[in-house]
Antibody, heavy 121, light 111 residues
Framework: QVQLVESGGGVVQPGRSQRLSCAASGYTFGGHGMYWVRQAPGKGLEWLAA????????YYADSVKGRFTISRDNSKSALYLQMNSLRAEDTAVYYC??????????????WGQGTLVTVSS | QSVLTQPPSVSGAPGQRVTISCTGS?????????VHWYQQLPGTAPTLLIYGNNNRPSGVPDRISGSKSGTSASLAITGLQADDEADYYC???????????FGGGTKLTVL
């Protein structure tokens, strides 16, 4: 069935790195842009990064620019988020989501179940 | 502080109509960028509720509707049901930030 499944969450120490993965299935992965969105405990949604369908462009929120890197492997139907120099405030559930429409009109029509990243010593 | 402002909470009795506002500015909603809405049931991932200001994905009932005017947008739910109790988020694009922005979210309580 059409779905996104995130993995790679867990407890990580401040200053360390973590890589999240998102496995897509049931649709043509390479035909859609993809997003990472996070939600800190008890807080709202925060857009982090987006990547075009062919991987040619990436966009980042100021809060993670220079620390996080979004990438994709269309041959594996996989999306990634490399997170470096993690801070306590990066503790959140991280969702991958499928984008529809053009960049400034993007909406997210398919979401994964999320993976929890806890940054703590 | 979110770029898009939503009321923290709204409530209504079963069968009633509620609206949730989403107020932006001239760099997002006011520049004719589309507004989209998501529903997040407790303990679950968000799901798309309204896209392109007033379009419903298949499976979303027509008692749920969206509208946009000027620098604001609204989500309306009529015939309120117990399982509408959830958090609701608006989303748009902001030209000043060159990225996607979400509202802070509104918790809907069905009395």
């Amino acid at each position: 069935q059409v779905q996104l499944v995130e993995s790679g969450g867990g407890v990580v120490q401040p200053g360390r790195s973590q890589r999240l993965s998102c496995a897509a299935s049931g649709y043509t992965f390479g035909g859609h842009g993809m997003y990472w969105v996070r939600q800190a405990p008890g807080k709202g949604l925060e857009w982090l990064a987006a990547i075009w369908d062919d991987g040619s462009y990436q966009y980042y929120a100021d809060s993670v620019k220079g620390r996080f890197t979004i990438s994709r492997d269309n041959s594996k139907s996989a999306l990634y988020l490399q997170m470096n120099s993690l801070r306590a405030e990066d503790t959140a559930v991280y969702y991958c989501a499928r984008a529809r429409n053009s960049w400034t009109k993007n909406y997210l029509d398919l979401w994964g179940q999320g993976t929890l990243v806890t940054v703590s010593s | 502080q979110s770029v898009l402002t939503q009321p923290p909470s709204v409530s209504g009795a079963p069968g009633q109509r509620v609206t949730i506002s989403c107020t932006g500015s001239s760099s997002n909603i006011g520049t004719s960028y589309d507004v989209h809405w998501y529903q997040q049931l407790p303990g679950t991932a968000p799901t798309l509720l309204i896209y392109g200001n007033n379009n419903r994905p298949s499976g979303v009932p027509d008692r749920i509707s969206g509208s946009k005017s000027g620098t604001s947008a609204s989500l309306a739910i009529t015939g309120l049901q117990a399982d509408d109790e959830a958090d609701y988020y608006c989303q748009s694009y902001d030209s000043s930030l060159s990225g996607v922005v979400f509202g802070g979210g509104t918790k809907l309580t069905v009395l």
